[in-house]
């Protein structure tokens, strides 16, 4: 089992920036891919963020792109969503997700592993 563990969240105006860490446990971590997924009241999970274990490939959800940025530090078992120019939008509970299949860390359908979620709230 691994256990996947999301710091960072919390409450911050609009335009701010806030970063996320997911600090994994139990599993090689480098041979996971790793990705954030976002969940607002009422309405479904969604995609945010994905990087790949071996090039670090990434990808981003429309809403996001140019805004934040995944990365991810091996050495420290530890993934990283650094957001800026937050909109109240944004607001939501972060989850970080691992799994040894990339596709599955960008649709979110039957991920391996998931954190149990960080709250970031954007204040307009």
């Known amino acids: 089992q691994m256990q996947l563990l999301e710091t960072g969240g919390g409450l911050v105006q609009a335009g701010g920036s806030l970063r996320l860490s997911c600090t994994a446990s139990g599993r090689p971590f480098r041979s996971y891919h790793m990705g954030w997924f976002r969940q607002a009241p009422g309405k479904e999970r969604e995609f945010v963020a994905a990087?790949?274990?071996?090039?670090?490939?990434?990808s981003y959800a429309d809403s996001v792109k140019g805004r934040f940025t995944i990365s991810r530090d091996n050495a420290k078992n530890t993934a990283y969503l650094q957001m800026n120019s937050l909109k109240p939008e944004d607001t939501a509970v972060y989850y970080c997700a691992a799994d040894l299949n990339y596709r599955e860390v960008v649709g979110g359908s039957n991920v391996d592993y998931w954190g149990q979620g960080t709250q970031v709230t954007v204040s307009s």
């Open positions: 990087i790949s274990w071996i090039t670090a490939t990434t």
